[in-house]
């Protein structure tokens, strides 16, 4: 990114922080050539999809939800803000990459406990924990099948 002051080309990341909403990103910068210092905000372009409920009510699709029970589960304080962010980033892009436009609260919580099982097995647990009454178990295990056979 330019520069705000001398437009020289080249800047420089200085400091990158998870915004308090979970879902913005705030970088500061330093311009290498005048050293001038400005921030940026980056937030995510909205995710065209919803989600079916279990009681069938539809959803839009809300990233902040799964911000929020993943750090239910990683309990406060133990993990950096910048390891969230790349673990509802990985969560996110395996839901998009699927290319589907609805999703049921089943198949998200599958996925979520699929990231935190290859990142912290205490959050693993306690996230099954919570919420293993609307995860179908025998999907969860057929996938992790898969996985295992896929590497
Ligand atoms: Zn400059």
């Given at each position: ?16 922080r998870l915004g308090g909403d979970g879902f913005s990103i705030k ?14 905000l980056?937030t ?20 902040q939800?799964?911000f929020?029970?993943?750090r ?9 803000r910048?390891?969230m ?67």
């Amino acid at each position: 990114m330019q520069c705000l002051r001398c437009r020289f080309e080249d800047t420089r990341v200085i400091d990158t922080r998870l915004g308090g909403d979970g879902f913005s990103i705030k970088r500061r910068r330093v311009c290498n050539s005048c050293g001038f210092r400005f921030s940026t905000l980056e937030t995510p372009v909205r995710e065209e999809i919803t989600v079916e409920k279990r009681d069938g009510r539809i959803e839009e699709f809300d990233r902040q939800k799964i911000f929020t029970s993943l750090r239910a589960a990683l309990k406060k304080g133990d993990h950096q803000r910048e390891r969230m962010e790349t673990l509802v980033n990985n969560v996110v892009a395996r839901l998009l990459n699927g290319g589907r436009k609805r999703l049921t609260s089943a198949e998200i919580g599958t996925v979520v406990l699929d990231v935190l099982k290859n990142f912290d097995e205490l959050a693993y647990l306690r996230y099954l924990t919570v919420h293993q009454s609307f995860i179908n178990l025998e999907d969860f295990k057929a996938q992790i099948l898969r996985n295992e056979t896929n590497t």
